[in-house]
């Protein structure tokens, strides 16, 4: 299972960082992203990050944001920096272990930047 917390309340340019804990010890071969969905918009991808940490980013992100992961820890993160007011959404971390053909949805976590 997948775990994200770190989300709450930020006024607009200030910064937050999500986390989400993965249970078990599969989370070092698991491909992990970030989702985030916002009221009446469809799902969408914020950033993704390999087994290896290779990372890749939605335009939106602009360099705002960092995906990483601490395998040790078994966890990946979402540093946002100088948030939008449009960056206000639900956002849901995400697992898969393509060998395995396993997929894993965390909960969301509420991300709300004020003007």
């Known amino acids: 299972q997948l775990q994200a917390s770190g989300g709450g309340l930020v006024q607009a340019g200030g910064s937050l960082r999500l986390s989400c804990a993965a249970s078990?010890?599969?989370?070092?071969?698991?491909?992990m992203a970030w989702y985030r969905q916002a009221a009446g918009r469809e799902r969408e991808l914020v950033a993704r990050?390999?087994?290896?940490?290779?990372?890749n980013y939605a335009d939106f992100v602009e360099g705002r944001f960092t995906i990483s992961r601490d395998n040790a820890k078994n966890t990946a993160y979402l540093q946002m920096n100088s948030l939008k007011v449009e960056d206000t959404a639900i956002y849901s971390c995400?697992?898969?272990?393509?060998?395995?053909?396993?997929?894993?949805w965390g909960q969301g976590t509420l991300v709300t930047v004020s003007s």
């Open positions: 995400y697992g898969e272990i393509p060998v395995l053909g396993r997929k894993y």
């Open positions: 078990g010890s599969l989370f070092s071969i698991m491909n």
């Open positions: 990050i390999t087994t290896s940490g290779s990372t």
